[in-house]
């Protein structure tokens, strides 16, 4: 079935409405809400930059555990986040994100951050294939609702303030503030239906002051996180190129969604509180990681490993499966954080194999655009994926990129890995 497109109708309403709107708010009105963006992305900076303080101080502590230590380390991580969870209460993943945005107007509960960040502080540190964008996310987006309700607003302004502040919690891990903004609306649907759109200022605005104030205290997001090979498009046969990429990128997608579904079902016939659940996962996460010590972590320090270490094809294509693997027990285990960056690094393995077995291709294009494939065909967000990636690897032409991210999307499975996307709630009207 093709793919939901805004009616006439709709486009003219929704277009209406945003001029409607501005030429109502006079100047100081469109201060006042500047400003208020503004604030609520400062504040978020800050709060990501101390969590990223703290979780690096953890996982220094924690990174000396290796090899079979980790049989040990990794269970007693578990158990640590399934306790967090068991009596906190569960904070729920991107997928109830998502399903928040869409039916309860856009608000997310303050009260589940405390077992996000202690659990999430957990899985990250001790090396779960997750990152913390999901905690980052759900905290930033909360505070949003909550300053939304301080300020008594209603309607869509609270939808816009929480997405305002998840772009901001985006933005301060992926240091890109356009990039991040989009995904922030982006990535809550897979039909293109024009909605949450009216949100994209705000985002934007948001995201700019939380990436001045997370990389004035952090350093990060300034220079590029990964150092790949130079890029120049030279040739139009480079886009044949980068729709092959895509091609393997969405086959990637594929395998990473039938392994993921295939834990979620596994893990969810294991008995018990989620502790249990949490424990037998760290066991298993210690077991992968003692043997591929690559596959430990989100991939946001390996991720360099593999861009400049000379690995086999076979060596890189075992290490994807593997890391396939250990993100989905990670995350259906009961582990909290997001597989964004951990699908990277999977795709990176991927398209340095490829390049690897086939001569006088170009490695940095391999890569990229299958990472780009792969991640957009499993959170749906292609033009997202595109920005992020050309900031992140610093590489400049982004026509290749969004190439691949195209035909990771439109080959991406009917049903997507997070169901909520399908879901389209119904608009409020804005005040």
């Known amino acids: 079935m093709p793919r939901k497109l805004p009616t006439p109708n709709q486009?003219?309403?929704?277009?209406?409405?945003?001029l409607s709107g501005l030429l109502k708010r006079n100047p100081l009105m469109i201060s006042r809400w500047i400003l208020r963006w503004a604030i609520v992305g400062t504040i978020c900076g800050l709060f990501a930059a101390l969590y990223w303080n703290v979780l690096e101080l953890m996982i220094q502590a924690l990174h000396g555990f290796q090899g079979p230590a980790l049989l040990v380390l990794m269970p007693l991580a578990g158990l640590a986040v399934g306790l967090a969870i068991y009596f906190l209460g569960n904070p729920g993943e991107i997928a109830v994100i998502v399903d928040n945005i869409h039916f309860h107007g856009g608000r997310l509960d303050i009260r589940k951050n405390p077992a996000m960040i202690l659990a999430s502080l957990a899985s990250i540190s001790a090396g779960g294939s997750a990152g913390p964008e999901a905690p980052l996310v759900q905290v930033t987006g909360s505070f949003g609702t909550w300053v939304g309700d301080r300020l008594k607003l209603e309607g869509e302004n609270v939808r816009s303030m929480s997405l305002a502040a998840m772009a901001a919690g985006f933005t301060a891990l992926f240091g890109?503030?356009?990039?991040?903004?989009?995904?922030?609306?982006?990535?809550?649907?897979?039909?293109?239906?024009?909605?949450?759109?009216?949100?994209?200022?705000?985002?934007?605005?948001?995201?700019?002051?939380?990436?001045?104030?997370?990389?004035?205290?952090?350093?990060?997001?300034?220079?590029?996180?990964?150092?790949?090979?130079?890029?120049?498009?030279?040739?139009?046969?480079?886009?044949?190129?980068?729709?092959?990429?895509?091609?393997?990128?969405?086959?990637?997608?594929?395998?990473?969604?039938?392994?993921?579904?295939?834990?979620?079902?596994?893990?969810?016939?294991?008995?018990?509180?989620?502790?249990?659940?949490?424990?037998?996962?760290?066991?298993?996460?210690?077991?992968?990681?003692?043997?591929?010590?690559?596959?430990?972590?989100?991939?946001?320090?390996?991720?360099?490993?593999?861009?400049?270490?000379?690995?086999?094809?076979?060596?890189?294509?075992?290490?994807?499966?593997?890391?396939?693997?250990?993100?989905?027990?990670?995350?259906?285990?009961?582990?909290?954080?997001?597989?964004?960056?951990?699908?990277?690094?999977?795709?990176?393995?991927?398209?340095?194999?490829?390049?690897?077995?086939?001569?006088?291709?170009?490695?940095?294009?391999?890569?990229?655009?299958?990472?780009?494939?792969?991640?957009?065909?499993?959170?749906?967000?292609?033009?997202?994926?595109?920005?992020?990636?050309?900031?992140?690897?610093?590489?400049?032409?982004?026509?290749?990129?969004l190439f691949a991210s195209l035909v990771g999307f439109f080959l991406s499975p009917k049903v997507p890995l997070i169901t909520s996307q399908l879901k389209s709630g119904p608009k409020a009207v804005v005040e």
């Open 11 to 18: 486009t003219q309403r929704w277009l209406l409405f945003q």
């Open 176 to 401: 890109a503030p356009l990039g991040g903004a989009m995904f922030a609306l982006e990535i809550l649907h897979h039909e293109y239906v024009l909605e949450y759109y009216e949100a994209l200022l705000p985002a934007i605005v948001s995201s700019c002051a939380s990436y001045l104030v997370f990389a004035g205290i952090t350093r990060l997001g300034i220079a590029p996180t990964w150092h790949f090979p130079q890029y120049h498009l030279n040739n139009i046969d480079d886009f044949a190129l980068a729709v092959f990429y895509g091609i393997i990128g969405a086959v990637a997608g594929w395998i990473f969604m039938a392994i993921f579904r295939g834990c979620d079902r596994v893990f969810a016939r294991i008995p018990g509180p989620v502790y249990v659940q949490t424990t037998i996962a760290g066991l298993i996460l210690g077991a992968i990681a003692a043997i591929l010590p690559l596959t430990r972590y989100f991939g946001h320090e390996e991720l360099d490993s593999v861009v400049t270490a000379s690995f086999s094809v076979n060596f890189l294509l075992i290490l994807a499966l593997a890391k396939m693997a250990a993100i989905s027990v990670t995350v259906t285990g009961g582990w909290r954080g997001g597989f964004i960056i951990p699908l990277f690094f999977t795709g990176a393995c991927i398209g340095k194999a490829v390049a690897t077995s086939i001569p006088g291709l170009n490695p940095a294009l391999a890569m990229i655009c299958t990472m780009a494939a792969l991640n957009a065909a499993v959170t749906r967000t292609p033009i997202s994926t595109t920005l992020l990636l050309a900031k992140l690897a610093n590489i400049t032409p982004l026509t290749p990129i």
